[in-house]
């Protein structure tokens, strides 16, 4: 009878993952969700409700309106995703319309819909935030914490797990899009000036990784003693993510202090194209894929990491070139709305040269963090970018049309004369929003998401464990976690490890 954790071993292996469209699909619902709570807190601001509410308040309405829709929609609801979608669609367009005929503004026959549409589009909003850059980052992090445990249970689809080799999961893209929402707010990205020379910043950047190569050696230590289920051909026998990320991040730097910033696109189309003539023309691919034997060394126990790292770094470098692009200050709606086309655009691009290079060369390969890997990743981080984009200037249409600007983690209007309670209802209002308080230490809480993942699976069966209650310890599990972010967010504290 095979051991318990040789099933669950077994469990996570031998995948092959989704459709590219299926995991596009799912880029439409925590818009949605941002969406559909912004609405409801403007209605009920509208039916003469005070804003901001209870802190608890606040915490159970973001839980339930952002988080528990992600878990649902990978687990229970995953099925009938298309038709979730459809109806949050259906039910925030229905609200949306019946704002703005209660509330838009009244005006002259004379004034046409093209002047009151030119009129949003040349309206302004406070530069000092990119809201969709911050959510990209912290609903990456929310739905890697969410699929780390629930892989493990039975009710998780097997179809968005890790693929073995080739394929596309939902859980191989969260892979790819946590290094490029890394890249997306590095110091290079957002044109931080830093004071001394290139190569302090670099020894600076390899000082900062320690906790990184901490909780990669924890983890290491942790598996081996515990006897945790791991799966070897993901990254190795010795490797994990958090090396990944470490590596990735020193190179990036020494990179970024060589070459001029904004040719990071073109770096990581040099480092993707010829890492992938490598795996063609070496025998690194036939090594990665069928040779099983782990005796040579270090290198040849953990091939799968260390080769991948360099698909990466690519990533990494595309990341940073976005950034570049996406938080340049911009005031008027019509420039965000540029953005917009211009990031879905760039995804149409990649995609097409992902389904070129599918079919002329090999598929879609995390195990390797291939070229098309690369393309995917950018492709689809694109696509969502652009759809969270597109929820926050829906959600500013309805802040202008309603006069209700108190809605978090979204733009706010400039005002020529800035009301100071206003403004303090607004900081107010950040200040009870679970999207900040995860943002606020990112690195924490993925830190304490790995842990609780060990100990549920050591206190819970998740293997036998029914649909039903496999869903109810996801939301224990995840509601932990965002309890924790929200105490440490509401008392200010954001936890640095340099």
Not at 272 to 298: A, P, W
């Amino acid at each position: 009878m095979s051991s318990q954790k040789e099933l669950k071993e077994a469990f996570v292996s031998n995948l092959n993952g989704t459709s590219l469209g299926e995991v596009a699909l799912g880029s439409f619902l925590a818009p949605l969700c941002l969406i559909s709570r912004g609405l409801f807190l403007i209605l009920y601001h509208l039916g003469r409700g005070v804003l901001p509410l209870p802190w608890i308040a606040h915490l159970v309405l973001d839980f339930s309106m952002i988080v528990l829709p992600l878990v649902l929609s990978c687990t229970l609801l995953s099925d009938i995703l298309h038709l979730v979608i459809l109806g949050l669609a259906a039910v925030s367009g229905a609200v949306l319309c019946y704002i703005y005929r209660t509330k838009r503004p009244t005006r002259p026959r004379a004034t046409s819909k093209d002047t009151a549409a030119k009129s949003f589009f040349q309206s302004h909003v406070q530069c000092d935030q990119v809201p969709f850059v911050t959510i990209f980052r912290v609903l990456v992090n929310v739905k890697t914490a969410i699929s780390i445990l629930a892989v493990d249970f039975s009710v998780f689809p097997r179809r968005y797990a890790k693929t073995e080799t080739y394929g596309t999961g939902v859980m191989d893209f969260g892979v790819g899009a946590y290094v490029l929402a890394n890249a997306l707010v590095c110091p290079e990205a957002r044109r931080k000036e830093v004071s001394g020379s290139k190569l302090s910043q670099v020894v600076k950047q390899l000082v900062s990784v320690w906790p990184l190569v901490i909780l990669g050696l924890a983890r290491l230590v942790s598996v081996k003693m515990s006897g945790y289920h791991e799966h070897v051909s993901e990254y190795g026998v010795h490797w994990n993510f958090f090396f990944t990320l470490a590596i990735v991040r020193v190179v990036a730097s020494v990179l970024l202090a060589l070459f001029p910033v904004n040719r990071s696109w073109l770096l990581a189309l040099l480092i993707g194209g010829l890492y992938q003539v490598t795996l063609e023309m070496s025998g690194l691919k036939y090594s990665i894929i069928h040779n099983n034997d782990r005796t040579g060394g270090f290198l040849q126990a953990n091939k799968e990491g260390v080769s991948s790292v360099v698909g990466y770094i690519a990533i990494y470098m595309a990341g940073v070139q976005i950034g570049l692009y996406v938080m340049r200050p911009r005031t008027q709606v019509k420039e965000w709305i540029r953005v917009i086309w211009n990031l879905l655009l760039g995804s149409v691009v990649l995609y097409t040269a992902l389904i070129i290079c599918q079919a002329s060369v090999e598929p879609v390969s995390r195990r390797m963090a291939n070229l098309p890997f690369c393309l995917w990743t950018i492709a689809q981080s694109m696509f969502f970018l652009s759809c969270l984009a597109t929820a926050d200037v829906i959600l500013f249409f309805m802040k202008t049309v309603s006069g209700c600007s108190l809605v978090s983690s979204s733009w706010y209007p400039c005002r020529k004369e800035a009301s100071a309670s206003v403004e303090k209802m607004e900081k107010k209002v950040e200040g009870l929003c679970l999207i900040q308080a995860v943002n606020r230490n990112q690195l924490l809480f993925f830190m304490l998401a790995n842990l609780l993942t060990g100990i549920t699976n050591v206190l819970v069966d998740t293997f036998n464990s029914s649909d039903y209650i496999s869903v109810c310890v996801l939301l224990s599990y995840m509601f932990i976690n965002s309890f924790a972010m929200y105490i440490l967010h509401l008392m200010k504290i954001t936890v640095k490890f340099w």
